[in-house]
């Protein structure tokens, strides 16, 4: 697929409408020196006729989160946050005005609640100089490589592009405020989400170099292999890797890895080691069943080349976390 300015705006929703057919946004903003940056998630979900955003910010290192649902409108986000491309490919406004809750809900997880009485709030643009990283193809080759085995989880069909580059500007929580910088990254998709049956992933989407180089593997693991994507970016292009790995210890789950290394196989060669900050684990029910998301907002680095990362953890609830939602009245 050949992207234009126009998919870095909403979509409309195709006509007829697939089953479980979702747009998803992600953006996250990282000052590794201070502890301060945002996460924010957008699910559009209009078979269901709603749309979320799960949104945690951080100011010196103290986080208060919130997950803003309402119904689904075409081209528009849910009222506490907007997003829009100046111009496309190359820079982004993203402000949030809402209250959340301070601090982790159960089993460490952010945005369990609907709102709260902490303000969070965000005024940032984020630029780039780089070439996306179309990762359609290769998704594509991993969708089919899953659906040769129909024992295991499955994933659907989707188009899906990253980014990496610089921000700034101001972000609050409670009565902290604070004017910030650092490296992002972002993914935009839409397509057929399908994710559940013990469903099991990583991705570590990293910017480096000042905002200079981009890269995420994209893995789903099955028994002793993987089936991924691997993409590299740089100003000279893309470059890519079907052959990728990460191991996340002393193991992976829900705030429970203090460090990730990142195999990126032959054509590209090389080993990117991350050492966590912090965790912003998110519970995903849109996306399937007892989804949750692991990030890991990382120091990284690549060679001599240092940045900021997310090694993500995706996967599904345990029976015994999943119960202690379900007493904590969550889903």
């Known amino acids: 697929m050949t992207l234009h300015d126009e998919d870095e705006r909403l979509h409309a929703a195709p006509d007829p409408l697939p089953g479980n057919w979702q747009e998803n946004m992600f953006f996250i903003c990282w000052d590794a020196g201070t502890l301060t940056g945002l996460v924010a998630h957008v699910q559009r979900v209009p078979g269901a006729g709603v749309q979320a955003a799960q949104v945690a910010v951080a100011v010196d290192g103290r986080f208060a989160s919130a997950t803003f649902s309402g119904p689904y409108r ?39 609640e609907p709102g709260g009485g902490t303000v969070v709030g965000a005024d940032v643009t984020l630029q780039s100089s780089l070439p996306v990283a179309d990762f359609a193809a290769g998704l594509a080759a991993v969708v089919d490589g899953m659906r040769a085995d129909r024992r295991g989880p499955q ?31 972002r993914d935009h998709s839409w397509g057929i989400r399908h994710e559940h049956r013990d469903f099991r992933a990583f991705w570590t989407a990293s910017c480096l170099d000042g905002g200079r180089l981009f890269c995420n593997a994209i893995g ?68 399937g069943p007892n989804r949750y998301d692991n990030n890991a907002l990382s120091r990284v680095r690549l060679g001599n080349l240092e940045g900021f990362g997310v090694m993500e953890w995706a996967a599904t609830f345990s029976d015994d976390e999943a119960l202690s939602l379900q007493q904590e009245g969550l889903r």
């Open 74 to 112: 075409a081209g528009l986000l849910v009222p506490e946050l907007y997003v829009r491309p100046v111009e496309p490919w190359r820079r982004w406004a993203l402000e949030l005005d809402g209250k959340g809750s301070a601090g982790p809900g159960p089993l460490g997880l952010l945005a369990t």
């Open 220 to 287: 789903i693991p099955r028994g002793d292999r993987v089936i991924g994507i691997g993409m590299v970016v740089d100003e000279s292009g893309v470059r890519s890797t079907a052959q990728v790995g990460a191991e996340f210890r002393p193991i992976a789950g829900i705030g429970s890895y203090d460090t990730t290394t990142v195999e990126y196989g032959d054509p590209l060669g090389f080993t990117l080691s991350a050492e966590t900050q912090c965790h912003v684990a998110l519970p995903l029910p849109l996306s």
């Open 155 to 185: 994933m659907g069909h989707q188009q899906h592009y990253e980014q990496g580059g610089t921000w700034q500007g101001r972000l609050r929580v409670g009565e902290r405020e604070r004017q910030a910088a650092g490296l992002f990254v």
